[in-house]
């Protein structure tokens, strides 16, 4: 009880961790968005911008939701997928919008779209999107328990959904989970008696 005496920010600390783990969140909690103006040092010989330059500023604002999220430090733990579908050009304005998508025990999946805006008309047209990994960690840089994220809309269910498919077989490839353990995967390709 002392040391609670002597250092009064420990005890602060410790209800703030205290509550932020036992509190659920929804995806709108945790949306992040970042915009971008393209400039020449983004771009490659075509005048295209760097895909590398592209997953930095996804890697910058799904860490920012993914700290909403857990209220802890956060740290990259795999780039699950990127989907270029069109180059963006030197002098275009992107967006990039985040939110957790489903949290593990001490994992989260963030999900992006990334727009370009046409500086004329202004409109937005959707050209990729990503989904990222991030672990909360403490002080010392050990895995630490996450809040629950819960889904409101029927999109964010069906994301919330995926993830459990997508972490599985994200397991499985790196060798950490045996194939008949993925539950969620093998219901994918197995008939309902119903059918059989």
């Not at 860490?63 to 997928?81: D, E, F, G, L, M």
């Not at 046409?118 to 990503?130: F, L, R």
């Not at 993830?163 to 194939?179: E, F, S």
Request: proline content about 5%; some cysteine; overall charge neutral.
């Amino acid at each position: 009880m002392r040391e609670f005496l002597e250092f009064p920010n420990l005890w602060r600390h410790c209800f703030l961790y205290l509550r932020a783990m036992k509190k659920t969140v929804s995806p709108k909690e945790t949306f992040t968005t970042g915009t971008y103006l393209v400039l020449p040092e983004n771009t490659n010989t075509l005048g295209n911008l760097m895909g590398g330059q592209l997953l930095n500023w996804m890697d910058v604002i799904s860490a920012i939701s993914a700290h909403r999220h857990s209220k802890r430090i956060v740290v990259t733990a795999a780039v699950n997928n990127v989907s270029f579908q069109h180059p963006i050009k030197l002098g275009e304005i992107v967006t990039i919008e985040a939110k957790v998508s489903r949290a593990f025990s001490s994992s989260m999946e963030v999900y992006m779209e990334v727009f370009v805006e046409d500086n004329y008309s202004g409109k937005k047209t959707k050209c990729n999107e990503a989904i990222y990994t991030f672990v909360a960690v403490d002080q010392l840089g050990n895995p630490i328990d996450v809040p629950d994220l819960v889904p409101e809309t029927e999109e964010e269910q069906r994301r919330y959904d995926g993830a459990l498919r997508r972490r599985q077989l994200r397991l499985i490839l790196a060798g950490k989970m045996k194939p008949e353990e993925a539950t969620e995967l093998k219901a994918l390709f197995i008939e309902p008696k119903a059918f059989q």
